[in-house]
């Protein structure tokens, strides 16, 4: 497996995988236009198949994990720790001590992922997907690691 930058002709790939993982998923445009004005987008691919993405930013000095998902055939393979280790190293290279993400507050399997990661809970959001459920803010301290 590698991971590396997305590439346009991913684009079907991280569409599927992010309609297999998500209620609600961003819709094509917004994909595209993080990818246009520079969101860091990265897959993990296995031979010629995509199995992973993440998507990330930096504001005020605050990294940020916009979206992170691994193809239903190869979760618990690691491919999302090794795409969520890879970002952490990225924003420590690049003097980002602070990284945020949301999460519903109803995945469980998600937030348990997160703080085997290092990450805790921090806040929640009210209200804060589009089906009126609750978000937790969650927040991982890049400078003890």
Request: aromatic share 16%; glycine share 6%; net charge negative.
């Amino acid at each position: 497996m590698i991971i590396r930058n997305f590439k346009i002709s991913d684009l079907d790939f991280v569409i599927n995988i992010q309609f297999d993982s998500f209620d609600d998923p961003y819709p094509i445009g917004i994909l595209l236009d993080l990818y246009k004005h520079g969101a860091g987008f990265l897959v993990a691919q296995v031979g010629r198949i995509i199995v992973g993405y993440v998507i990330f930013w930096v504001s005020d000095d605050i990294g940020h994990i916009i979206a992170i998902a691994v193809d239903s055939r190869f979760r618990n393979m690691n491919v999302g720790s090794l795409l969520l280790e890879k970002v952490k190293y990225i924003f420590k290279r690049n003097s980002i001590k602070v990284i945020n993400l949301e999460v519903r507050k109803s995945n469980f399997d998600a937030i348990r992922f997160y703080i085997n990661h290092g990450f805790r809970v921090v806040d929640e959001i009210e209200e804060y997907y589009s089906d009126f459920e609750d978000g937790v803010i969650m927040q991982y301290n890049n400078s003890y690691n």
